[in-house]
């Protein structure tokens, strides 16, 4: 087969098998990005392009120009794309043109800013496993972060893969097998591409060599990795993974960090979405979330590290403290707050630039914008050194000042440079003597030898002297035999003609060296300027990171200040107990969301590890026992983050993790009914409760039967409050008022609810969370309210007058009410309907 492909075709077919075989080639020729075969087909499909055939091949293509366009759906599809590059002019080829794949993307892999979202890390993780133990490996290509740690417990590995967001995950064929064996693959597995890669790129030896010679280290111990071969297997899989993609060494990831999952709180990926902490359960965006609040970052680094905060929550007292003393600081001088969001709102995105600069992908206007973003350090740090808060001090000493890259940086980049080096003019006049000289010889060298041919006219007398060019002798002087005696000494001849002769002189021809090819030597030229520039550029990559990472925790800093002053938020006290006692608080999003005269009702919260254990909150539909709730972890979350929080004053105990059930959802890819969904969710709380959580649960056991339901209810409720485990601080908002019963018999248990003012058959919910019980749960009036018929709010009306005198009433008493009870509105084509037929629908 191969023997009757093509040159072209044979070219085509070695690019493919140099890459995953999983993966499509895109194959430059000419002006087009061309795909054959079984690569043509599954294009065409994604991005719904005409699909041909030419001898039999399937084949389709797009312009080389709509790269940009094509290519982010293509990996938006889930596809991997491979890149084939010309690496050689067509022009100037001897045979085919030599091509070359140039890169691998994947959704992990992924350096092009068109393809990356600024608010958010670009995730490419690997697992390793061994006996009980995982290890995990997260990197970040496009800002060079570099992460392992390991972990034995396989809810907090789950928790850590959602919480990364990562888009793809590499492992071994040997665990793929087993974690389909046991389904025990982490329920990121529907979001997440699974890459699976040969056994012996998690071999420890492999990976370390391959790490040692990366960072060009002796020993990985400097790094924290000792005794710690199973992160050090996952490390190397995956940064060997990520530059085979690349073809490059990547040489901006400059340290491997070792980190442990136990310092932050933990968010699994339930409590993630029940809280809505960076995006919304409904739309999925930011807006309406708890970071869409919170966010004011004026740069994508400040952007990425709040939402990394937000998500991470820290679990440490000091480093929780220094953050509020921070954002104290910054809140309290509302005009360097400002100038210092205004300065900083001129950086744009340093990791990432710094990334393609060490790729080799960073465009001209990178450079530009990297001399901007540095010029703006020496103001940062002069406006930093007005505040004397720890942890400000040392982020204005990491900032580290670029003089000396930003004026080489100015004295060669033009003003308005090119998107793309190949376009030219990317060098500021007057930094290259000889580039001057090469692109004024391709502008004026016509206008040069109009001037030699004057003078020359003018030197001889001869006034038909012509000065000429052809491709065998280049440039030339023509003079007609009838003038040949006034010729000067200096002409040297070069041809005779019939009527003429043809001659050159040292200046002419030194004046052809400088035109011919001028254009292309001053591309050339350009080009070895510019590397050289980017290579002067590369030897500040662990400075500028640096610099980067501190200006992203200053930019999250202001954010939180900021939002503060904007929303009137006050410091919440930190404290090693179990207390959680908060004043007049207010859900952050609701309360940010009311604008004008209405205003969000503030409710308070008392919970310790003792007396007010457990807050048993009852209360109608529609009422705000679920926002209240929420409200609470939000707070918490906020507080345990290092911000502000909307509450008149706060006492917040240390909390571990924070586990949430609230909602009711299918999840029909697995099988799993409402009620389903909801017992393997509570399951999941009290099988990894600690005293130190934070437990938020809305409505359980409301799948089932009204006995069924309170049971379990009760049981859970028992469970969390007895538990020598558990015994942990929660709020429990449930309908089933029977529950109230269990602050008769539980010290730590209190009743709370929702209070309600009732006028005839109507009532307005207060929003106000009060002591004690309440004994009716207003679900007929919500129903009134929702748009239910009244013909079916009467009946329920007569049903539950019945019910509340007789739990055990048989459905036949009920149906045997009254015929004059039932005013039902008979739809088109019941006309016929007796009486008896409608009250059995209705009940």
Request: with cysteine; hydrophobic share 40%; aromatic share 6%.
């Amino acid at each position: 087969m191969q023997d009757n492909l093509t040159p072209m075709m044979r070219q085509y077919r070695e690019a493919k098998d140099s890459i995953p075989p999983d993966a499509v080639l895109l194959f430059r020729m000419g002006d087009f990005y061309e795909e054959f075969f079984e690569d043509a087909e599954v294009v065409s499909s994604t991005l719904e392009l005409t699909l041909t055939k030419r001898q039999g091949v399937p084949m389709c293509g797009f312009p080389h120009h709509a790269l940009d366009t094509y290519l982010p759906r293509l990996v938006a599809a889930g596809v991997k794309v491979a890149v084939a590059e010309q690496m050689e002019d067509p022009k100037f080829a001897q045979g085919i043109v030599k091509r070359q794949v140039t890169r691998v993307i994947t959704p992990g892999t992924i350096m092009d800013n068109a393809l990356l979202n600024p608010s958010c890390n670009n995730f490419l993780v690997s697992l390793a496993a061994a006996k009980e133990k995982r290890a995990l490996a997260c990197l970040d290509i496009s800002t060079g972060e570099f992460r392992v740690t390991e972990i034995s417990d396989g809810h907090k590995l789950c928790t850590e893969l959602n919480r990364l967001g990562a888009r793809e995950c590499v492992i071994s064929h040997r665990l793929a097998a087993e974690l389909r064996e046991t389904d025990g693959f982490p329920e990121t597995r529907n979001k997440i591409l699974w890459t699976e890669l040969d056994n012996d790129d998690f071999d420890f030896s492999r990976a370390e060599e391959f790490l040692k010679e990366h960072f060009k280290v002796a020993t990985l111990d400097g790094f924290g990795c000792r005794n710690l071969p199973l992160a050090v297997s996952a490390a190397g899989a995956v940064l060997r993974y990520a530059t085979e993609n690349l073809r490059q060494d990547a040489k901006h990831i400059l340290k491997l960090e070792v980190y442990s999952v136990d310092h932050s709180l933990e968010l699994d990926s339930i409590s993630q979405r029940n809280l809505e902490l960076v995006e919304t359960m409904f739309g999925g965006g930011k807006s309406g979330s708890l970071l869409g609040v919170l966010d004011h970052t004026v740069t994508p680094m400040g952007g990425r590290r709040l939402r990394n905060w937000v998500l991470r929550p820290l679990c440490e007292h000091d480093a929780i403290v220094a953050r509020l003393d921070a954002v104290e600081q910054l809140k309290l001088d509302p005009l360097t707050l400002a100038e210092l969001r205004e300065t900083i709102g001129v950086v744009r995105d340093l990791e990432r630039i710094v990334g393609r600069l060490n790729i080799g992908s960073a465009n001209p206007r990178d450079f530009q914008t990297l001399a901007v973003s540095l010029g703006v350090l020496p103001g940062v740090k002069t406006l930093l050194e007005v505040f004397d808060a720890p942890l400000l001090e040392q982020l204005n000493n990491r900032l580290e000042l670029f003089p000396e890259l930003s004026e080489k940086i100015s004295q060669a980049i033009a003003d308005e440079p090119p998107a793309l080096l190949s376009d030219g003019g990317v060098i500021r006049p007057g930094y290259s003597q000889q580039l001057d000289e090469l692109r004024a010889a391709a502008t004026d060298g016509k206008g040069w030898l109009s001037q030699i041919q004057q003078r020359e006219q003018e030197r001889t007398g001869i006034k038909s002297l012509k000065v000429k060019f052809n491709s065998v002798f280049g440039y030339y002087i023509e003079v007609s035999k009838a003038n040949l005696a006034s010729v000067p000494e200096d002409y040297i001849r070069k041809q005779t003609l019939v009527n003429a002769e043809r001659f050159i002189t040292p200046e002419l021809k030194e004046l052809e060296s400088k035109i011919l090819g001028s254009e292309e030597k001053a591309r050339a030229l350009e080009y070895q300027l510019f590397q050289e520039l980017r290579e002067f550029a590369l030897g500040f990559t662990g400075g500028i990171q640096n610099a980067a990472n501190a200006l992203a925790d200053v930019d999250a800093l202001l954010s939180l200040a900021e939002c503060a002053r904007l929303h009137h938020y006050n410091r919440p006290g930190i404290f090693e107990d179990d207390r959680l006692i908060i004043k007049g608080g207010r859900h952050p999003v609701l309360d940010a969301a009311m604008t004008g005269s209405e205003k969000f009702v503030p409710n308070d919260c008392l919970l310790d590890g003792d007396r007010n254990r457990m807050m048993l909150i009852t209360g109608p539909n529609m009422a705000g026992k679920s926002t209240y709730i929420r409200q609470t972890a939000l707070l918490v979350v906020m507080a345990q983050m290092g911000s502000f929080i909307p509450a008149d004053s706060a006492e917040v105990g240390l909390v571990d993790r924070i586990f949430t059930r609230v909602g009711a959802a299918d999840d029909l890819a697995r099988g799993q009914s409402t009620f389903m969904v909801e017992m393997v969710e509570t399951a999941n709380i009290l099988n990894h409760v600690t005293p130190k959580s934070l437990v938020i649960l809305d409505e359980i056991g409301r799948g089932t039967s009204t006995f069924d339901g309170l049971s379990i209810a009760w049981a859970v409720a028992e469970f969390l409050h007895d538990d020598p485990g558990c015994r942990c601080r929660t709020q429990f908002a449930t309908h089933y008022h029977e529950l109230t019963e269990l602050a008769q018999t539980r010290r730590g248990v209190n009743n709370y609810n929702v209070a309600v003012k009732e006028y005839g058959d109507q009532i307005i919910f207060l929003r106000q969370i009060i002591p004690g019980a309440t004994d009716r749960s207003y679900g007929i009036h919500v129903a009134k309210l929702a748009g239910i018929p009244t013909p079916v709010i009467e009946r329920a009306n007569v049903i539950l007058e019945l019910l509340e005198k007789a739990a055990d009433a048989p459905r036949d008493a009920i149906a045997s009410l009254p015929r004059n009870t039932v005013k039902a509105r008979r739809k088109k084509g019941r006309e016929d309907e007796s009486d008896d037929m409608i009250q059995l629908r209705l009940l």
